[in-house]
C-alpha cells in the first residue's frame, strides 16, 4: 500500500465539473488501493477577487485580516470536493490547515512551515478515509491562522509528503508539465520529462510559477520526487528530482519575473564603505536586494544600480533618498517598469559561451540590457518591461529553436 499526495490548484477545482474531475482522479488512485491527502487551492481566481474585495474596503488592512479573508478559499475547495467524494460513495473527511497540524509562525501573509504535526490526517488515513487538507495555510501559537504567500498550495502539499514520508506527490496544475518556457506565452516551447530540483528551483524562483519555489526547496531537502501534471489531460507529466540520477541539460528552460524594480544611485563619492552603508540601510528596512551593479569609479564618482521586488520600492526609496543626499550622490532614479529574465540550466557550468548566446539573442532583436547577474546555473538580465515577451521569444528561438 502506498501514500499518495495529490495537490489540485485553482484551475483543476474552478468549477463544478471540475471539482468531479478531481473527484474521479482521486477516487481511482484510492480504489487502487493507495491512502491518498489530497491539497487543494482556492476555486479559479478567488485569492485575487478576495484581496480585490479586501481592497475596495480597506487597501491597509491587516495582514491578520487578510489572512482570516484569505483561508476562506481554500476551505471551499475542500468542502465541496469532500462533497463530490461523498456522492461518489468514497470515505472522506475535508479538513482546515490548523486541523491537520500545520504550525507557523506569526509572519501573515508569508509564513513559513515550522512543523506538519500529522496525527489527524494519519488518525483519519487509518480510518481509511480520503483526507482533504486546505493548501496555503497554517495556524501561529496565538491559534490564528495564517497563510504560506501566494502558490503556498504547492508548499503544503511537499510537506505534507515529507512528514509523512509519501510514496509519490502529484502536483495536479493547468499545463501538462514544466516546459522550457511558459507554454502559454511561447506556443513552442517544449515539455521536459524531467528536471533536477536545483534547475526547477532556480526557474521557480526567476519567475516560472509553475511551482511554487519553497516547495522545491523543500521537496530536494527531504528528497521527495514531485510530478508536475495535468489534472485535465491526464497525461504523464514531468518528473522533478535528484540532478545525479540524469543528464544534465545545457539550458532547462527561460523564465520572466515582472515583481523588479530598478535603484540607480549616480554618481556616488568613489570612496570605501558607501556601498556598505547603502545597503545596511537597506538591510535594515528588510529591503532583499538582487542584482547589484557598479560602475567603475571616473571623476571621483561611480554610479551603483540594484533591483528590489516591486512591493518594496517605497521601503528602498525610504532607505535610500536621504542616505544619498547626506553621502552627497548626484541624483537617485527609480524605474519600476523593468523585468527580469533568465536563462537556467545544469549545463552552462560546462560549456563556456551560453550567456554569449543568450545576449546575442537580444542583440538581434535590438533589445537593450540593462543589467547582468549569474550564476553557475543561471544567467539573468535586467531589461525595460515591455522588451520581456520579445526578449523571452528571442531567447527561447535561440535555445530551442522556433518549431520542432
Ligand atoms: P495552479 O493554480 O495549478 O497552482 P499556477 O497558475 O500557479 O497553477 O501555475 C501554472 C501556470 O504556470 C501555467 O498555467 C503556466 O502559464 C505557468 N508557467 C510559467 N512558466 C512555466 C513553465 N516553464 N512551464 C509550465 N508552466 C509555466
Ligand atoms: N490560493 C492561493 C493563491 O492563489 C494559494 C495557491 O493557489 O497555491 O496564491
Ligand atoms: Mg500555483
Known amino acids: 500500500m502506498s501514500l499518495i499526495v495529490q495537490k489540485f490548484g485553482g484551475t483543476s477545482v474552478a468549477n463544478t465539473e471540475r471539482i468531479f474531475n478531481v473527484a474521479d482522479i482521486v477516487t481511482k488512485t484510492y480504489a487502487a488501493g493507495n491512502d491518498v491527502v489530497v491539497v487543494v487551492s482556492a476555486q479559479g481566481d478567488t485569492t485575487d477577487e478576495f484581496i480585490e474585495k479586501a481592497n475596495a474596503i480597506n487597501p491597509h488592512a491587516s495582514k491578520r485580516e487578510m489572512d482570516m479573508l484569505l483561508t476562506a478559499g481554500e476551505q471551499i475547495s475542500a468542502s465541496l470536493l469532500a462533497m463530490a467524494i461523498e456522492k461518489l460513495g468514497y470515505p472522506v473527511v475535508s479538513l482546515l490547515g490548523w486541523q491537520a497540524g500545520f504550525q507557523t509562525p506569526s509572519a501573515y501573509g508569508s509564513a513559513r512551515i515550522k512543523k506538519v504535526k500529522a496525527d489527524r490526517i494519519q488518525k483519519e488515513i487509518d480510518k481509511k478515509n480520503i483526507v482533504i487538507v486546505t493548501g496555503f495555510q497554517g495556524i501561529n501559537r496565538y491559534g490564528d491562522m495564517t497563510t504560506l504567500g501566494r502558490g503556498g498550495s504547492d508548499t503544503s502539499a511537499v510537506a505534507i509528503a515529507a512528514t509523512m514520508h509519501a510514496d509519490l506527490c502529484q502536483i495536479y496544475t493547468d499545463v501538462d508539465g514544466v516546459y522550457t518556457a511558459d507554454p502559454r506565452k511561447v506556443p513552442n516551447a517544449k515539455k521536459l520529462n524531467v528536471i533536477s530540483y536545483d534547475e526547477m528551483l532556480e526557474l521557480a524562483t526567476l519567475g516560472a510559477q509553475v511551482l511554487n519555489n519553497r516547495s522545491v526547496e523543500m521537496a530536494k531537502k527531504y528528497n521527495i520526487e514531485l510530478e508536475v501534471i495535468s489534472s485535465l489531460t491526464r497525461q504523464p507529466g514531468t518528473i522533478v528530482k535528484e540532478e545525479a540520477k540524469m543528464e544534465k541539460m545545457l539550458i532547462s528552460g527561460v523564465a520572466k519575473d515582472n515583481d523588479v524594480a530598478r535603484v540607480s544611485i549616480i554618481g556616488v563619492p568613489d570612496k570605501p564603505g558607501l556601498a556598505f552603508k547603502i545597503f545596511s540601510k537597506l538591510a535594515a528596512k528588510k529591503v ?17 544600480a540594484f533591483t528590489v521586488p516591486q512591493n518594496m520600492l517605497e521601503e528602498a526609496k525610504s532607505a535610500v533618498d536621504e542616505y544619498a543626499r547626506v553621502i552627497g550622490a548626484q541624483n537617485v532614479v527609480y524605474d519600476p517598469d523593468v523585468c527580469k529574465v533568465s536563462i537556467v540550466g545544469a549545463g552552462m557550468e560546462t560549456h563556456p559561451g551560453v550567456a554569449a548566446e543568450m545576449f546575442e539573442a537580444l542583440f538581434e532583436a535590438n533589445i537593450n540590457i540593462q543589467m547582468i547577474s549569474t550564476s553557475e546555473i543561471k544567467v539573468s538580465v535586467l531589461l525595460a ?13 535561440k535555445f530551442f529553436g522556433t518549431n520542432d
Open 288 to 304: 532583499n536586494v538582487d542584482i547589484i551593479l557598479q560602475s567603475v569609479g571616473r571623476d571621483n564618482t561611480k554610479d551603483i
Open 385 to 397: 518591461r515591455e522588451d520581456a515577451d520579445s526578449a523571452v521569444t528571442a531567447i527561447h528561438n
